[in-house]
């Protein structure tokens, strides 16, 4: 089957009720969030094709498509920022949110900013002590953000109301901008020429919030640092670390970085960094004297900062993925099978989560976010 798109990447191709096949095309950009695209409908199985620009500005590209049985004129939709009802491939109406993967969050004022799969979302009513009945939504704008070249890899607040995130796109190969927002993350700013590699962290020095660390892998570096807020980005690599999946800043010029060889140390930035545990380590969260490790079959705890780490006690073996710590300072950790909370040697699964992949965790002296695979974001009360 052929049409009048021009290329060959087609993105999406569907049949719905009434019989006409939907495709939609990429062009692909250097930046990955401009590339051409289109919506083309054919009534006779592919001989003619019309073009439908109006349903790209709404949705951008398409997952699914399907009817109600009692509405097969009326089509419904899953796309990149929800699931959505038409009649007319134009007009559209959001009766579902999006069902994404969250691989970051952060609080920003009275806001929760969630780093996702397709772009990054703000609501302040997930801080409320009850939302309004019913309340799912994540400020829907009317137009959807692109899908292509729009990870959002890392998420972490400044203080007052600056934000910053890292936009994973292609250039052609993947590549990571620095975007900053002045207010809460409503709005976003880039912040410097995309740099090669990919990133699933970033981290603000707690004591200068003009040093940034961005953890990267897909290149030859280990970290992205920066000492001016974002406006340049050096490249560190480390011997024997082969990239990074995290990094957790601590006080006085220290860094953790989590690599697929271990975490490392460094005193200094992260201009230098020295490997403190080996394994395939995916996450690192850093309180006072305490750090906290997890990955691949690991979950180890140093209360000695870093001179020494001990296996948790009596948790699952699971590759795990998240952590983080509470205002209380318990210990909460999540892997692709669940989420656990403890004290390093007693542990209680978390049940109740209708997606059991836990990607992220954020505590509050109320809430625990959770992030997952495919769901959205979950809170549990914590006091």
């Known amino acids: 089957?052929?049409?009048?798109?021009?290329?060959?990447?087609?993105?999406?191709?569907?049949?719905?009720?009434?019989?006409?096949?939907?495709?939609?095309?990429?062009?692909?950009?250097?930046?990955g969030p401009n590339a051409g695209k289109n919506t083309w409908v054919s009534h006779d199985n592919g001989r003619?094709?019309?073009?439908?620009?109006?349903?790209?500005?709404?949705?951008?590209?398409?997952?699914?498509?399907?009817?109600?049985?009692?509405?097969?004129?009326?089509?419904?939709?899953?796309?990149?920022?929800?699931?959505?009802?038409?009649?007319?491939?134009?007009?559209?109406?959001r009766i579902g949110v999006p069902a994404v993967s969250v691989g970051a969050m952060a609080i920003s004022g009275s806001s929760l900013v969630a780093g996702t799969s397709v772009d990054s979302y703000r609501s302040t009513s997930s801080m409320a002590a009850k939302p309004p009945t019913g309340y799912q939504?994540?400020?829907?704008?009317?137009k959807a953000p692109a899908t292509i070249g729009n990870v959002i890899g890392g998420v972490a607040a400044l203080p007052g109301k600056d934000v910053v995130r890292v936009r994973i796109g292609f250039c052609p190969d993947e590549c990571i901008w620095l975007e900053r927002s002045h207010d809460n993350g409503t709005s976003w700013q880039q912040q410097t020429s995309p740099v090669p590699g990919s990133s699933r962290?970033?981290?603000?020095?707690?004591?200068?919030?003009?040093?940034?660390?961005?953890?990267?892998?897909?290149?030859?570096?280990?970290?992205?640092?920066?000492?001016?807020?974002?406006?340049?980005?050096?490249?560190?690599?480390?011997?024997?670390?082969?990239?990074?999946?995290?990094?957790?800043?601590?006080?006085?010029?220290?860094?953790?970085?989590?690599?697929?060889?271990?975490?490392?140390?460094?005193?200094?930035?992260?201009?230098?960094?020295?490997?403190?545990?080996?394994?395939?380590?995916?996450?690192?969260?850093?309180?006072g004297r305490q750090v906290v490790a997890v990955g691949d079959g690991l979950v180890k705890i140093s209360r000695d900062g870093g001179k020494t780490f001990a296996a948790a006690q009596g948790v699952p073996a699971a590759d795990y993925d998240a952590v983080t710590v509470g205002t209380d300072g318990s210990l909460y950790v999540g892997s692709s099978s669940g989420l656990f909370h403890g004290d390093g040697q007693h542990w209680t699964e978390l049940t109740?989560?209708?997606?059991?992949?836990?990607?992220?965790?954020?505590?509050?002296?109320?809430?625990?976010?959770?992030?997952?695979?495919?769901?959205?974001?979950y809170r549990l009360a914590v006091r």
């Open 1 to 31: 089957m052929t049409g009048p798109w021009g290329t060959d990447w087609v993105s999406f191709l569907g049949v719905t009720p009434s019989g006409d096949i939907q495709a939609q095309t990429l062009e692909p950009s250097p930046d």
């Open 48 to 93: 003619h094709w019309t073009s439908e620009p109006k349903a790209l500005p709404t949705l951008d590209l398409y997952a699914d498509l399907g009817s109600f049985p009692d509405r097969p004129h009326e089509l419904v939709i899953s796309a990149a920022a929800g699931i959505y009802t038409t009649t007319d491939s134009a007009r559209f109406r």
């Open 137 to 142: 939504d994540w400020g829907w704008t009317g």
């Open 201 to 287: 962290s970033i981290a603000v020095d707690p004591g200068d919030p003009n040093k940034l660390y961005i953890a990267t892998y897909l290149t030859g570096a280990s970290l992205y640092t920066s000492t001016d807020g974002g406006k340049t980005l050096t490249p560190q690599a480390y011997d024997g670390a082969e990239g990074a999946w995290a990094v957790a800043a601590g006080a006085g010029n220290e860094v953790w970085i989590a690599t697929p060889k271990g975490l490392f140390r460094s005193t200094d930035s992260g201009v230098t960094a020295t490997k403190v545990l080996d394994g395939n380590v995916k996450n690192v969260a850093v309180t």
């Open 352 to 377: 109740g989560l209708p997606d059991h992949e836990v990607r992220s965790l954020l505590a509050t002296r109320d809430w625990l976010f959770v992030g997952t695979g495919s769901s959205g974001v």
